[in-house]
C-alpha cells in the first residue's frame, strides 16, 4: 500500500475511485488489468490520502446536485478501507453538500455504514449495487477471491433493504461454461427477490476484453477452470492476436429472456436503461422532487 496526494477526485461523470490496486484486480474479469488503466504493480493498493478533502472542495463548487458514482473502477471497500476509513468520511461529505451516491461493492464491509447510506438516502437518494454471479461459493470465490461470501451479500441485501436503501443485484461477470446456466441464475434471482433486491442489472449478459485483462482472463480459466479450458480453445488461439474480444454465453438469448419472465413474475425492475439513468438521477426528497421508484 502507498498513500499519494491527488490533485483531483471526481471524473467528469462524477466517478469516485479512492483506491486503486490490490484486491480490485484479481476478479477473473477486472477492467483495472486494461494496459489503458496504467496500473504498473496490481498487488499494490495506492490510496488517495486526501479523497475526503478533496471531495469536499469540489462539491462546495458544484452549482447543481448531482449523484456520487462509487466503485465503477476501484471497489471503495477494499480491506485497508477498515482501518482509513476513507470511503466512511468521503460519505460524511456528500451527505453534509446533500449530494446522492450509486455505491457498486462486492464486499459485505459496506454494512459498516449503513447508517450514513441511510442518512443520505433520507434526504437525497443512496443506491448499492451488488455483483452476485453465482450463489455457488467455490464458484464465485475462483472468479472473483475476494468476493465476500454469498451467505455475506445475501444478509447485505436484507440489510440493506430494511432500512429502504435500494439494492440492484447484478449479474456480472456470467461466464461462458462456467456461471451461464440457467440454474446459477436462477437461484441468483431468487435470493434478490427473496431478500429484498429491486433491480437486477444484466447488461447483455456479455463483457469486453481488452489488451491486459483479456490474458488476465485466459490465464485464470487455465488456472482456475482447467476443466473448460478446451471450450475456449479459439479464444486461447486468438488472444495474442487480436486488440479486443467479445465474450458471451451461447445461452445468453435464453438466459435473458429467462431473466425478463421472472422479473415480470417477481415484480422486479429489469429495464437496463431505467437501471441505468436511475443510478444517475439525482433526486431531492425534502424538496418533495417525483421519484423513479417508490420504495
Given amino acids: 500500500m502507498h498513500f499519494t496526494e491527488a490533485k483531483t477526485i471526481l471524473t467528469p461523470q462524477n466517478g469516485l475511485n479512492i483506491y486503486r490496486?490490490?484486491?480490485?484486480?484479481?476478479?477473473?474479469?477486472?477492467?483495472?488489468?486494461?494496459?489503458?488503466?496504467?496500473?504498473d504493480d496490481f498487488e499494490d493498493v495506492e490510496v488517495k490520502e486526501n479523497a475526503d478533502s478533496l471531495l469536499a472542495t469540489a462539491l462546495k463548487k458544484k452549482r447543481n446536485k448531482t449523484m456520487i458514482i462509487m466503485g465503477t473502477l476501484a471497489d471503495p471497500y477494499v480491506p485497508e478501507e477498515m482501518k482509513l476509513e476513507l470511503t466512511r468520511k468521503c460519505l460524511f461529505e456528500i451527505k453534509r453538500y446533500d449530494f446522492g451516491v450509486s455505491i457498486r461493492t462486492k464486499s459485505a464491509s459496506i454494512k459498516r455504514d449503513i447508517d450514513?447510506?441511510?442518512?443520505?438516502?433520507?434526504k437525497t437518494k443512496a443506491v448499492v449495487t451488488i455483483p452476485f454471479p453465482t450463489t455457488d461459493n467455490r464458484i464465485s470465490g475462483l472468479i472473483d477471491p475476494d468476493m465476500s461470501a454469498v451467505s455475506e451479500r445475501t444478509l447485505l441485501i436484507e440489510a440493506l433493504s430494511r432500512r429502504k436503501i435500494p439494492v440492484i443485484v447484478a449479474l456480472d461477470p456470467?461466464?461462458?461454461?462456467?456461471?451461464d446456466t440457467e440454474e446459477s441464475v436462477l437461484s441468483v434471482l431468487n435470493i434478490a427477490a427473496g431478500f429484498g433486491a429491486f433491480a437486477i442489472e444484466y447488461g447483455d449478459?456479455?463483457?469486453?476484453?481488452?489488451?491486459?485483462?483479456?490474458e488476465y482472463f485466459y490465464k485464470c480459466i487455465d488456472e482456475r477452470f482447467p476443466e473448460v479450458k478446451p471450450k475456449y480453445k479459439d479464444g486461447f488461439n486468438k488472444a495474442m492476436n487480436v486488440k479486443t474480444e467479445e465474450v458471451a454465453s451461447s445461452n445468453r438469448k435464453y438466459l435473458i429472456q429467462e431473466i425478463e419472465e421472472f422479473c415480470e413474475k417477481r415484480?422486479?425492475?429489469s429495464d437496463q436503461d431505467m437501471i441505468r439513468d436511475y443510478k444517475r438521477k439525482y433526486e431531492n426528497k425534502q424538496s418533495g422532487e417525483q421519484l423513479f421508484?417508490?420504495?
Avoid at 456470467?174 to 456461471?179: D, G, Q
Fill in 21 to 39: 490496486g490490490g484486491p480490485n484486480i484479481r476478479c477473473i474479469y477486472s477492467p483495472l488489468r486494461n494496459t489503458s488503466s496504467h496500473v
Fill in 205 to 214: 449478459l456479455k463483457f469486453t476484453l481488452s489488451p491486459g485483462s483479456r
Fill in 174 to 179: 456470467i461466464i461462458p461454461h462456467i456461471n
Fill in 293 to 295: 421508484f417508490d420504495f
Fill in 267 to 269: 415484480s422486479l425492475i
Fill in 116 to 122: 450514513i447510506i441511510s442518512e443520505i438516502n433520507e
